[in-house]
């Protein structure tokens, strides 16, 4: 049931990238943004270098494994990186969740004009309710636009979307080889090479402070490694429609963790949202 592992997936990702996000919020109080992602995107390729290693499996990408680490490092771990961690400084955890995994509005157009995917028209409505669902979400009547901060954050968070997007498109259009996992370290390294000397010249006085460290452990050896891969595998192995709409999942989980843990306020617009996204989900699955 390759349909139902896919889901399977998506489910895992959900809980781990949706809980990192207040995590990353609470770490970013004794931690600056970029030296925060540079350092969970090193240890979760020094994590999954350590596990194949110990399995025997690690070993260099193949040729024809090439583009997709090359897009997914660059754009995914790298760049969509350095857009959300600066983004959460500037946005709350809870609407930095939606924004950046709201990649419904980029993935089935891509995905049409790109893949040559048919998208049913009930999966269309799916998309509409998903993002109706986001939009609730987001409220972007409680936003100050006028704020330079709220507006910078916000489109950090869209373009963030959008990098992400191109690097689901690509490994579907050029999949690898290789196993996904075996090829992680070196995604993450690329995002790690990416974001250093972009932390050293933005950030030159930042760093990572004692009390954030048990954060970026948990999110570097663990979160980010298992999640990208279930985020990476599911994005692959589901239409497109479908993988945009249940990556809304992860929001929705983000910002109920958000609201519970770190206080940010929890009303009829979460409620009400996260049914839509819910009820979006159900609807592209049975489409």
């Not at 290693?53 to 690690?58: D, K, P, S």
């Not at 893949?115 to 979400?137: F, H, I, N, P, T």
């Not at 390294?189 to 250093?196: D, E, H, P, S, T």
């Not at 709409?245 to 983000?254: C, D, E, R, S």
């Amino acid at each position: 049931m390759p349909m139902a592992s896919a889901f399977r997936l998506l489910l895992a990702a959900v809980i781990l990238f949706g809980g990192a996000w207040p995590i990353t919020k609470a770490a970013l109080a004794d931690a600056s943004p970029l030296w925060f992602g540079t350092g969970r995107s090193a240890l979760a390729a020094l994590g999954a270098a350590i596990l194949l290693a110990c399995l025997g499996r690690l070993r260099l990408p193949r040729a024809e494994d090439r583009i997709a680490v090359a897009f997914l490092g660059i754009f995914q771990l790298g760049a969509f990186f350095a857009l959300t961690h600066l983004a959460v400084a500037l946005v709350p955890a809870g609407r930095t969740a939606v924004l950046s995994n709201v990649v419904t509005y980029w993935l089935i157009p891509l995905s049409v004009l790109v893949l040559g995917e048919k998208v049913s028209a009930q999966r269309w409505a799916a998309a509409g309710l998903g993002l109706a669902g986001a939009g609730v979400l987001i409220g972007p009547w409680a936003v100050d636009w006028s704020s330079h901060d709220a507006l910078v954050g916000h489109l950090m968070l869209v373009l963030a979307g959008l990098l992400w997007t191109i690097a689901i498109i690509a490994s579907r259009k050029w999949p690898p080889k290789t196993p996904m996992f075996e090829l992680l370290p070196w995604c993450f390294g690329i995002g790690a090479l990416l974001l250093a000397p972009l932390a050293q010249f933005m950030e030159p006085d930042g760093g990572v402070g004692l009390s954030s460290w048990p954060f970026l452990l948990y999110i570097g050896f663990f979160a980010a490694p298992i999640g990208t891969w279930c985020v990476i595998e599911a994005g692959r192995k589901l239409p497109g429609a479908v993988a945009s709409v249940g990556f809304l999942l992860v929001p929705a989980f983000g910002v109920t963790i958000s609201a519970l843990w770190l206080g940010e306020p929890i009303g009829w617009d979460v409620i009400v949202g996260g049914v839509l996204i819910i009820a979006s989900v159900v609807l592209a699955a049975l489409g």
